[in-house]
């Protein structure tokens, strides 16, 4: 009884974080309520009209295989090569200041230029599909994962790079227990911004430059007026970084972040 009384008191005294979050995502909710009661259909569509949208395009028969896994298949090729290439130049780059100082422009160039120029760009080279949609992704999210990496590697404790020249430690182990490390987390941390991003790409994309995709229905929608089923594939694309960071990200920082400790104590 008394070990009741004091989970309850605690629990009181300090709510849980996912209490937090729900009470924000009612406060938008209501919001969302609020401006649709005083503004045109055409403008915001309701939560409630934009449910039963969102429940009308999960029934289509073609969604699932011709819209939705193409658009997911094509975001998660995107960040696979993005990460690839982020990663892969970010180390030399985190090693090798004047290999640093020659990429600094190309991911200048990258991270400051519109993604509809780019856009438009692929479009002349690769048509209108999936090629386009993956390069233009992974072209515009290798620059977060190369600056993360980066970070990382300039995170690195000398004195223990050091101390692992002293003892001869392999290659192998300086990686694992002294790279990675200080790698691990700011890349995790990054991860969240690239999945976000990444999606915003590929509808974006799939807008000015598919036949089919998330992006494609968006346009659609947009084409005949539809406003709720715009706003319902707003939502499921909210709901797909939700579902990416909280079933995916989330356990994997944490594990990084318990291997740390292990690994530190």
């Not at 569509?45 to 819209?67: E, G, K, N, Q, V």
């Not at 406003?227 to 079933?247: H, K, N």
Request: aromatic share 12%; charged share 15%.
């Amino acid at each position: 009884m008394k070990t009741y009384t004091y989970s309850a008191l605690q629990f009181y005294k300090k709510p849980p974080g996912a209490l937090y979050s729900a009470f924000g995502v009612l406060l938008l909710i209501f919001f969302w309520q609020l401006a649709s009661g005083h503004m045109s259909g055409l403008v915001i569509a309701p939560p409630a009209d934009t449910l039963r949208a969102l429940y009308r395009i999960l029934s289509r028969t073609d969604f699932l295989s011709s819209h939705f896994l193409v658009s997911i298949q094509r975001l998660f090729l995107g960040i696979a090569f993005g990460v690839a290439a982020g990663f892969g130049l970010g180390i030399p780059a985190g090693l090798s200041r004047p290999f640093r100082l020659m990429l600094e422009p190309f991911r200048w160039v990258l991270m400051s230029i519109p993604a509809v120029v780019v856009i438009m760009v692929a479009l002349l080279w690769f048509g209108m599909g999936s090629a386009m949609v993956v390069f233009i992704t992974s072209l515009l999210l290798s620059p977060v994962v190369y600056v993360s990496t980066i970070e990382g590697m300039h995170s690195v404790d000398r004195d223990l790079v050091e101390m692992a020249e002293i003892y001869r430690f392999s290659l192998w182990m300086k990686i694992r227990d002294i790279y990675l490390m200080s790698i691990a987390v700011p890349l995790a941390s990054g991860m969240a911004i690239v999945i976000g991003n990444g999606i915003r790409i590929v509808v974006l994309a799939e807008v000015l430059g598919a036949h089919e995709g998330l992006g494609y229905i968006l346009s659609s929608a947009r084409t005949n007026l539809d406003i709720a089923e715009l706003y319902a594939l707003v939502l499921l694309s909210l709901l797909i970084v939700g579902i990416t960071d909280f079933c995916m990200l989330k356990p994997v920082l944490n594990k990084i972040m318990r291997w740390r400790g292990r690994n530190n104590d």
